[in-house]
């Protein structure tokens, strides 16, 4: 990941090594996703997972305007995060089996996977609990005098949680350079957010006197003008952002939300996977400007496809840890 | 190699608790850029107990940081500080406002450096309060430190002196784990020998505060002192009480208290937490197991009463293991009196 050109962003230009960039992302992520289900449908892996697809454009866009050394924190539906801050496939998918080689030796699983050697300060099952850890590490690279930049990626049912707010009041405050992201997927859970959440979710960020701005969260690029913009003020010195982002989670809240007809219709989640995908948007996008042509992207999904199919063979053959490890890393 | 105990004393100071506590922030912030303190009116007010006194003015509000009344959120904040390259000391101004910070220490810094199989860490100190009897009634009097060493991964000191206090504050910071440091309101005003400059107590280490051959007292934090009066009481009616204090929960230095229990043969533990599921039936039960061929009589323990603390200070003086009641407890384990009914 480099640092984005603002001027091309700015112009609506992207350069194509970024386009196909953000796009063999977002097929990582789609199809990473796509095998953890069969792996749980499989009963190959154990716990819970929180599928991302449907959202991947949220975090390849974000990521895509960060650098390697910048932070981002996560939320239980992590695996998208972890893959676009730059994780390798073959380890996440060992952690997610719980395996010795994972990026957290198996002990922390999906939904708390953490990638230090890319800034990801770790997947989060508490519901907006990771906010004040995006703050601090916000606050810390200022104080350090580092220009790196945090971002804190929550789902809209973290807004109701009062952690947020006494974060975001102190980052305005301070100026800290971070930058938060909700992903408004819909759905808290099982309920819809209508009825979660009360008033405009931009006039809370701006209430603190933090710049919101809402954006297509199917739309990659949009995206990724939306989250250059806010990184870059963050990193100037000019404080905290917040995006808006509107998304779609295709699956259920996790992997055995199967019957979700009492919260949302079928048509409702075919309307969103037929008409705005993000995956499909940029290959649209990228075969409409002649950018690239439908074997550039065959290949990308034909050497994605591979990578996973060896990522998971590594992790199904790889070893549990061995008993010595229950215990290891209670304390430094 | 010799040192003449006037050197000794010339480096040992008469201080308050409260003074030892600052002066082991300031030799920590002067010694370590990446310290800094965050809280409620940490810096020009020094805190409602005035503890931090002056500390902004040498170093300044980017490091003595005052913040919102949002315990969560310093929390949080100092968490994710702490997790890349800063060592924040978070001021929660009442133990009591623990329940505040809760997720943020238990779910999150506790198991930081677990989840990530050590590839994070968090080195961070909450710096806190316990302690009854200021008539300050139930939402500022708890002592809920057994609260923090039930959940691994947090450790837990509970100085009893003021060398303690900046001792083991000192060890606290410099260790990379997070530690709830818990201070008696009421003990800042004590005085006692503290060393000057250099002085750090490691976790984990229990310190023999009285020796005794008739009966072992395990007490923590204000209670030590408490402890100490009543073995001077029970040495007037001819017991030798030995006063051991643990200084930390976790680590648990049981090795020591094993020890003094297997020399006594009685063993009275005392805790201002609540007596019920608290931190004495952890240390009762470690002793009870370990030195059982050993005991004379079973371990008894005096804690906090079960009620909340109540505002009338008649009232609230019940609910405080007191001196004399340390005596009577003494004088029944060594069989001098009847155990009431």
């Not at chain 2, 201080?15 to 010694?31: C, D, I, K, P």
């Not at chain 2, 947090?154 to 002196?161: E, F, I, N, W, Y």
């Not at chain 2, 009421?186 to 984990?204: D, I, N, R, T, Y």
């Not at chain 2, 008894?300 to 019940?318: K, W």
Request: glycine share 10%; proline share 5%.
């Amino acid at each position: 990941m480099a640092a984005p050109d603002t001027e091309l962003v700015a112009a609506g230009t992207l350069e194509p090594e970024r386009l196909l960039r953000m796009y063999r992302q977002l097929v990582r992520i789609r199809l990473f996703e796509e095998q953890v289900n069969e792996l749980y449908r499989g009963a190959k892996m154990p716990g819970l997972a929180h599928l991302y697809i449907g959202e991947e454009a949220v975090a390849v866009g974000v990521c895509e305007a960060l650098r390697r050394d910048d932070y981002i924190t996560s939320t239980h539906r992590g695996h998208g995060h972890c893959l676009a801050k730059g994780a390798a496939v073959d380890r996440m998918f060992a952690e997610l089996l719980g395996k010795e080689a994972g990026y957290c030796r198996g002990k922390g699983g999906s939904m708390h996977i953490a990638d230090h050697e890319n800034g990801n300060l770790g997947a989060n099952a508490i519901v907006g609990g990771s906010c004040g850890i995006a703050t601090g590490a916000a606050l810390s690279a200022k104080r350090r005098g580092t220009d790196q930049v945090a971002v804190c990626f929550f789902g809209e049912g973290a807004l109701g949680q009062g952690l947020v707010y006494e974060v975001m009041n102190m980052a305005s405050l301070w100026k800290l350079p971070v930058v938060y992201v909700c992903e408004n997927n819909l759905y808290n859970e099982y309920t819809h957010y209508a009825e979660t959440t009360a008033g405009d979710i931009p006039a809370r960020a701006r209430a603190f006197g933090i710049p919101a701005e809402e954006v297509d969260g199917q739309d990659v690029t949009a995206v990724f003008g939306a989250a250059s913009r806010a990184v870059a003020h963050a990193r100037e010195g000019g404080g905290p952002g917040f995006l808006l982002c509107a998304t779609y989670r295709y699956h259920g809240h996790h992997v055995g939300d199967v019957d979700r007809s009492y919260y949302r219709s079928g048509e409702e989640e075919e309307t969103w996977r037929t008409t705005r995908d993000p995956v499909v948007g940029l290959a649209g996008q990228l075969l409409d400007t002649g950018t690239v042509v439908e074997d550039d992207l065959a290949a990308v999904d034909n050497e994605v496809e591979a990578e996973i199919a060896a990522g998971v063979e590594f992790a199904l053959a790889a070893p549990f840890p061995g008993p010595a490890e229950v215990d290891k890393h209670v304390y430094v | 190699m010799s040192t003449s105990s006037a050197a000794v004393a010339e480096q040992t100071r008469e201080l308050t608790l409260a003074q030892a506590v600052n002066e082991a922030l300031a030799e920590e912030l002067r010694r370590d850029p990446a310290v800094f303190v965050i809280g409620e009116d940490v810096a020009e007010a020094g805190t409602p107990f005035k503890v931090l006194s002056g500390l902004v003015d040498e170093f300044g509000p980017e490091r003595i940081v005052d913040s919102p009344i949002s315990e969560a959120g310093i929390a949080g904040i100092g968490l994710g500080a702490a997790m890349t390259g800063l060592r924040p000391v978070i001021d929660i101004m009442f133990g009591d406002f623990l329940t505040l910070v809760m997720d943020q220490l238990v779910n999150q810094a506790a198991k930081t450096h677990y989840m990530s199989g050590g590839a994070l860490k968090a080195p961070l100190v909450i710096r806190t309060t316990l302690g009854a009897t200021r008539r300050s009634a139930a939402q500022h009097s708890q002592s809920l430190h057994a609260w923090f060493a039930h959940v691994p991964g947090l450790k837990v000191a509970l100085p009893s002196t003021p060398a303690d206090a900046k001792g083991l504050l000192k060890a606290a910071i410099r260790d990379d784990n997070p530690v709830v440091f818990f201070e008696d309101k009421m003990m800042f005003q004590l005085k006692g020998p503290v060393p000057a400059g250099e002085h750090v107590v490691a976790l984990g280490v229990a310190d023999v505060k009285r020796t005794g051959d008739d009966l072992t007292i395990v007490a923590t934090s204000s209670m030590i002192q408490v402890a100490l009066e009543a073995a001077e009481t029970l040495a007037e009616q001819g017991v030798e009480a030995e006063v051991v204090d643990p200084r930390t929960l976790r680590p648990l230095d049981a090795d020591t208290l094993v020890a003094s229990a297997k020399k006594t043969g009685r063993v009275l533990v005392l805790d201002e937490g609540y007596e019920g599921y608290g931190a004495t039936a952890e240390l009762a039960s470690r002793i009870a197991a370990d030195a059982f061929y050993d005991l004379d009589a079973p371990v008894r323990r005096l804690g906090a009463m079960d009620v909340p603390i109540p505002f009338s200070p008649p009232l609230e003086d019940l609910t405080v293991p007191s001196a004399a009641a340390v005596v009577a407890e003494a004088r029944q384990l060594m069989g001098l009196d009847e155990r009431s009914a």
